[in-house]
């Protein structure tokens, strides 16, 4: 009797383990494939992160350009006067080429007629025009050009247009260097009316060739 209960037992239990087995094999195979799932969805996670990170940078990039392209156009909508330092109500100009900026002051501003002895009411412009080559343009090389009209000289004490346009690029210089600009840096030209900017048949044409020109070399 006892035989026959313990084979009994025996029997259930193997009935019993045959049962659970394949339920245990399901579950593994759940397990493994949802493990693989993880792993799957991980690297996709890490991937859109990476892009994201990408994408970030790009529109950072993106937006560098954008506003390094506005800083150009309001440049390029700036005057030569504000670009250059000098400010608005002085006739400048800025040759890239050349790398020079030519500040022109008309002698009417500066001079009397016939005159090489400066104005004192010149002294606001001259004094403005100190002040920003030395802050901005400090050791550069600078030239004073004195240009006239093609009016022959009759009733001065100078020679020709040449010598009243060298003595009044001089009197410029010399107001410059009494105020701080380095002598080795700065020099007087007289061009008398060999560069007139427009036609001397008429008075407002020689009007515009008398003028001093103040040209600051970048190079």
């Given at each position: 009797?006892?035989?026959?209960?313990?084979?009994?037992?025996?029997?259930?239990?193997?009935?019993?383990?045959?049962?659970?087995?394949?339920?245990?094999?399901?579950?593994?195979?759940?397990?493994?494939?949802?493990?693989?799932?993880?792993?799957?969805?991980?690297?996709?996670?890490?991937?859109?992160?990476?892009?994201?990170?990408?994408?970030?940078?790009?529109?950072?990039?993106?937006?560098?350009?954008?506003?390094?392209?506005?800083?150009?156009?309001?440049?390029?909508?700036?005057?030569?006067?504000e670009?250059?330092?000098?400010?608005e109500?002085?006739?400048?100009?800025?040759?890239?080429?050349?790398?020079?900026?030519?500040?022109?002051?008309?002698?009417?501003?500066?001079?009397?007629?016939?005159?090489?002895?400066?104005?004192?009411?010149t002294?606001?412009?001259?004094?403005?025009?100190?002040?920003?080559?030395?802050?901005?343009?400090?050791?550069?090389?600078?030239?004073?050009?004195?240009?006239?009209?093609?009016?022959?000289?009759?009733?001065?004490?100078?020679?020709?247009?040449?010598?009243?346009?060298?003595?009044?690029?001089?009197?410029?210089?010399?107001?410059?260097?009494?105020?701080?600009?380095?002598?080795?840096?700065?020099?007087?030209?007289?061009?008398?009316?060999?560069?007139?900017?427009?036609?001397?048949?008429?008075?407002?044409?020689?009007?515009?060739?008398?003028?001093?020109?103040?040209?600051?070399?970048?190079?």
């Amino acid at each position: 009797m006892r035989g026959t209960s313990r084979k009994l037992i025996a029997l259930l239990m193997f009935i019993i383990v045959s049962m659970l087995l394949p339920g245990c094999t399901n579950w593994r195979q759940k397990y493994e494939y949802l493990n693989v799932e993880h792993e799957n969805l991980k690297g996709r996670f890490e991937l859109l992160q990476s892009e994201r990170e990408q994408l970030a940078e790009r529109i950072s990039q993106d937006q560098q350009t954008i506003e390094e392209l506005q800083r150009q156009i309001n440049e390029l909508n700036r005057s030569p006067a504000e670009v250059t330092g000098f400010g608005e109500g002085y006739d400048v100009a800025f040759d890239p080429a050349a790398g020079t900026i030519t500040v022109t002051l008309p002698n009417t501003i500066l001079f009397a007629s016939g005159k090489a002895e400066l104005k004192k009411a010149t002294s606001a412009e001259l004094d403005h025009i100190l002040s920003v080559l030395q802050q901005k343009y400090a050791g550069k090389e600078i030239e004073v050009v004195g240009h006239t009209d093609s009016d022959p000289i009759k009733k001065s004490p100078w020679k020709d247009n040449w010598e009243l346009s060298a003595e009044r690029a001089l009197s410029v210089v010399r107001y410059l260097i009494k105020r701080g600009i380095p002598e080795e840096k700065i020099r007087a030209i007289g061009c008398g009316p060999a560069r007139p900017v427009a036609s001397n048949a008429t008075a407002q044409g020689k009007t515009k060739n008398r003028r001093v020109e103040i040209v600051v070399h970048m190079r």
